[in-house]
């Protein structure tokens, strides 16, 4: 068993030390191909992640005529909080709402000099169950708090978010296309190389054959070359990948979706590196059976 | 060991058939020269019995195994029984002698040591094992052949295909491999020799079995 698998990897790498341009053509198609996908899936899931963060702040804000009374406000809050959809209610009163003001003025707040609390409303913010932070759901509750006069202004818009999921989809439907045709592209590639390669050693295939190998037996090395060209071209994919990331992509992210520091935006996860790689072998394991099938005939 | 009944080839349709209502048997142990001029249907004939092609009408049975009716994954099992040469010797330029006679050993999974001591034992049969690490092309033709033989017998096989060994090879090697093959017929190995080099079947004269156009018109023994 041990000596029919070193057997096996000495068949292997006497393959690649034979060709060794063809050998690297196929890991560096692979490579190329498997780059650029990760390049424009990171693209792709950072947005993604940006825009299901946004949506998480989906909140309704209730904007009141007058400071109420401890009392009253204490009814309108059960009576908020009672409703299915509502997850918590805040109040923020008219001190509260100038402090934030300020500080979101940084610098610029002596603007505000000589202004009193008077000059910005009192509001209630209410956050909603995660399965409620939706633009339906945040109508209904709007649709019941107008009942009460005293609620003078709604602030639950987040238009702009929506028709964003909207071009983010188009974004999405986009990266498959592309993935699907790069994929494609390299399979293709990929498979004529090693056509070559099995073209180049034909007379050890017919040999075999006539020595009395099975055809597993004349496939496995092939399969496997293919296979380990696949993972090497995914291992420099990954690498390459991150070299884009850290040199270029990170700071072109930040300044497309205007973040603070880079730490919100990420690399791929390992599940998503694993993925990558077993694409790459998967690539190299199909490109070796479309070829081998033409080759290899008892 | 080998029994045809009424075995015919066409290679396409509506082609001359290449073979046509071949009978005959040969024996275990057998020495049998298969001749006839260009195009005759000698390798044809060769290439059914290591199941290269397959008839178009009739059986062969190989060693009682109705090789005809055999499905494709069969067929390493009986080329391991079967050693074949060629007129082009068909070795691996970029391999040592000893890894082209290890080739067949390797393909059917031997342990090392035996394959070392066999390869050894067969280029030893044909008087190369003084080149076990030599390649091929600084072998003179002659040698290339006895290595391709070497290659054949190294897995003792029971029947031994020869497609015009000698074909391109002068007369003085065309008689040591002769001798090599004669050898192997004396240890028991049916040897199927397709030839059209009349010296040679009048210098060791054996059965003769000849084609032409396809038909057998002459099965002799001496
Ligand atoms: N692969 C093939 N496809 C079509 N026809 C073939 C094929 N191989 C051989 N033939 C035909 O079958 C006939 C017999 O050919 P074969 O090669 O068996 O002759 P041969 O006796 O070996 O001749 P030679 O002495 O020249 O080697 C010939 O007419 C040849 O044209
Ligand atoms: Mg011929």
């Not at chain 1, 402090?99 to 940084?106: A, I, M």
């Not at chain 1, 017919?206 to 060209?229: H, N, R, S, Y």
Request: aromatic content about 10%; hydrophobic content about 45%.
């Amino acid at each position: 068993m041990l000596d029919q698998l070193i057997y096996l990897f000495r068949r292997v790498f006497r393959n690649i030390r034979q060709s060794p341009v063809l050998c690297s053509a196929a890991v560096g198609t692979v490579a190329v191909a498997l780059t650029i996908l990760a390049f424009f899936s990171l693209i792709v899931i950072n947005i993604q992640s940006l825009a299901a963060h946004w949506s998480e702040e989906i909140q309704i804000v209730a904007y009141l005529e007058r400071e109420p009374s401890p009392a009253r406000l204490k009814q309108w809050r059960d009576g908020i909080e009672a409703m299915p959809e509502v997850a918590a209610v805040r109040y923020v009163n008219q001190q509260e709402a100038l402090r934030r003001f300020k500080s979101r003025l940084g610098s610029d707040s002596d603007l505000l000099e000589g202004f009193g609390a008077e000059i910005l409303p009192a509001s209630l913010e209410i956050s909603l169950r995660e399965q409620y932070r939706n633009r339906e759901s945040a109508e209904t509750v709007v649709g019941r708090l107008r009942q009460n006069p005293e609620l003078a202004e709604f602030n639950y818009g987040q238009d702009w978010l929506e028709r964003f999921e909207a071009f983010l989809e188009l974004l999405r439907f986009g990266a498959v296309v592309l993935g699907f045709f790069l994929l494609f592209a390299a399979l293709f590639i990929v498979a004529n190389t090693i056509k070559l390669t099995l073209y180049a050693r034909r007379d050890e295939l017919e040999i075999m054959a006539l020595v009395g190998a099975t055809p597993w037996f004349i496939k496995v090395p092939f399969l496997l070359e293919g296979a380990l060209q696949g993972a090497l071209g995914a291992f420099l994919a990954l690498g390459g990948s991150l070299a884009l990331f850290q040199f270029f992509l990170r700071q072109g992210l930040v300044a497309l979706l205007s973040v603070t520091g880079g730490d919100q935006i990420v690399f791929l996860d390992w599940q998503q590196q694993l993925l990558l790689i077993g694409t790459g072998i998967l690539l190299g394991l199909v490109g070796s059976v479309l070829s081998l099938r033409k080759f290899v005939r008892i | 060991m080998i029994h045809l009944y009424n075995v015919c080839k066409n290679y396409q349709k509506d082609a001359a058939s290449a073979l046509h209502n071949l009978n005959f048997k040969i024996a275990k142990g057998d020495f049998v020269y298969i001749t006839g001029p260009s195009g005759a249907g000698k390798s044809t004939l060769l290439k059914l019995l290591y199941c290269a092609e397959k008839p178009s009408r009739g059986q062969i049975l190989v060693n009682g195994k109705n090789i005809t009716r055999m499905g494709s994954s069969h067929i390493p099992q009986l080329r391991r029984h079967t050693g074949i040469v060629f007129q082009d010797f068909k070795l691996l330029d970029n391999r040592t002698l000893f890894e082209n006679v290890a080739f067949p050993l390797e393909v059917q999974g031997k342990k090392r040591f035996e394959i070392s001591n066999k390869v050894y034992q067969a280029l030893k049969h044909v008087g190369l094992h003084g080149k076990l690490q030599k390649y091929p092309l600084q072998l003179s033709g002659g040698e290339q052949q006895r290595v391709a033989i070497a290659r054949a017998l190294v897995v003792d096989p029971l029947i031994l295909l020869a497609d015009e060994p000698t074909g391109n090879l002068d007369l003085e090697v065309t008689l040591e491999i002769i001798e090599l093959f004669k050898k192997a017929n004396a240890r028991g190995t049916t040897v199927l020799l397709a030839t059209h080099d009349q010296e040679m079947i009048r210098r060791f004269p054996r059965r003769v079995i000849a084609l032409e156009n396809g038909q057998l018109v002459n099965d002799s023994a001496p």
